[in-house]
């Protein structure tokens, strides 16, 4: 299985800063990585695909980037909003495999 | 809209099977390229992917899992089922139904907001 390596698996932060949470995979993955948004008490949110394509929805202050083996989720301007966990999940190969998440909290 | 939503029975015995239902809206499984994914997650830890069923009844399951998975669905009353045999306390999770398409890659975009399973004598 492909291995996903999330970091950090915590991140303190203040809103209108910006943070950038890093995915890497144990082996290539072309471009084939999403990004999930989990809250409590709602359902998990696709933020990203494709390694940077913005599902509809999700707002111009997140961003993807990376190609391969390693991946990147950028947030500016935080809102209070964005305080949750983020997954990132290769599907390039079965079975899709995620990373551990990583927790970002109100500094 | 899309919208899903699991069933299933909260508690159960070990050596059983679980049973779930994921209940959805917004599309059919006998439309093209539609999928339904099981995905679980035990309290404090990552996201598993379990089993993924297809439009054309095909079904992947998760090697780690060896043959305890059985996803099936029933498309006229828009559902799809997983099943668990022979369940531990390993299994106690929440387990999550999700929409995905063949065209895409399996990317999860609407999920449902999952239904926790506690393993337990």
């Known amino acids: 299985d492909v291995q996903m390596t999330q970091s950090p698996s915590y991140l303190a932060a203040s809103p209108g800063e910006s943070v950038s949470i890093s995915c890497k995979a144990s082996?290539?993955?072309?471009?084939?990585l999403a990004w999930y948004q989990e809250k409590p008490g709602k359902a998990n949110k696709l933020l990203i695909h494709?390694?940077?394509t913005l599902q509809s929805g999700t707002p111009s202050r997140f961003s993807g980037s990376g190609s391969g083996t390693d991946f990147t989720l950028t947030i500016r301007s935080l809102e209070s909003e964005d305080f949750a966990v983020y997954y990132c999940?290769?599907?390039?190969?079965?079975?899709?495999?995620f990373g551990a998440g990583t927790k970002l909290e109100l500094k | 809209q899309v919208t899903l939503k699991e069933s299933g029975p909260g508690i159960l015995q070990p050596s059983h099977t679980l049973s779930l239902t994921c209940s959805f809206s917004?599309?059919?499984?006998?439309?093209?390229?539609?999928?339904v994914s099981w995905i679980r997650q035990p309290s404090g830890k990552g996201l598993e992917w379990l089993a993924s069923?297809?439009?054309?009844?095909?079904?992947y399951n998760n090697p780690s899992l060896k043959s305890r998975l059985t996803v099936s669905k029933d498309t006229s009353n828009n559902q799809a089922f997983l099943k668990v045999t022979s369940v531990d306390t390993a299994d106690t999770a929440t387990y999550y139904c999700?929409?995905?398409?063949?065209?895409?890659?399996?990317?999860?975009?609407?999920w449902g907001q999952g239904v926790m399973v506690t393993v337990s004598s």
């Open positions: 494709s390694g940077s």
């Open positions: 069923i297809w439009w054309n009844g095909n079904t």
């Open positions: 999940q290769q599907y390039n190969e079965y079975p899709p495999t």
């Open positions: 082996k290539s993955i072309s471009n084939n």
């Open positions: 999700a929409h995905t398409r063949y065209n895409s890659g399996e990317y999860f975009d609407y």
């Open positions: 917004g599309f059919s499984l006998s439309t093209y390229g539609m999928g």
